[in-house]
């Protein structure tokens, strides 16, 4: 724990490169640059308010088809239990990718997960 009673996050640079490791949640990944002060808050705020995708409902008004909340479901379990950040969606023509990724992202979103306000879709 540091000196405020919270992880902090790791930064670590050969100089050219740079790393950002939060060890409570990702393994390391590379980034541009350095976070600024109210990014870094934003993140450790995250680590708290963010709820569990698994109890999140899926939005019935974007996917209906159970293979669609199927695909939601499986990428949330990866998302939260193994630690990535990225997912490859793929589904043949015409059974509904676009609605799927919007309802994820809306899963996303409720779930405080990612950064932008929630959206309507009423």
């Known amino acids: 724990m540091g000196v405020y009673g919270q992880r902090p ?3 670590y640079s050969n100089g050219y490169e740079h790393w950002i490791w939060d060890d409570t ?3 390391p990944r590379q980034i541009g640059g350095f976070y600024k002060r109210d990014e870094l808050e934003l993140l450790i705020q995250r680590r708290a308010s963010r709820r569990s995708l698994g109890a999140e ?3 019935r008004k974007i996917v ?3 293979y669609q ?3 939601i479901r499986s990428i949330a379990k990866h998302f939260e239990e193994d630690g990535e950040r990225k997912a490859l969606l793929v589904m043949a023509t015409g059974s509904g990718k676009t609605r799927t990724v919007i309802a994820l992202v ?3 979103m409720r779930a ?4 932008r306000r929630t959206i309507s879709f009423d």
């Open 106 to 108: 809306d899963l996303l």
């Open 25 to 27: 949640r990702y393994p």
């Open 9 to 11: 996050v790791i930064f």
């Open 57 to 59: 409902a899926i939005n």
């Open 69 to 71: 909340h199927r695909a």
């Open 64 to 66: 209906e088809r159970p």
């Open 112 to 115: 405080g997960w990612v950064k």
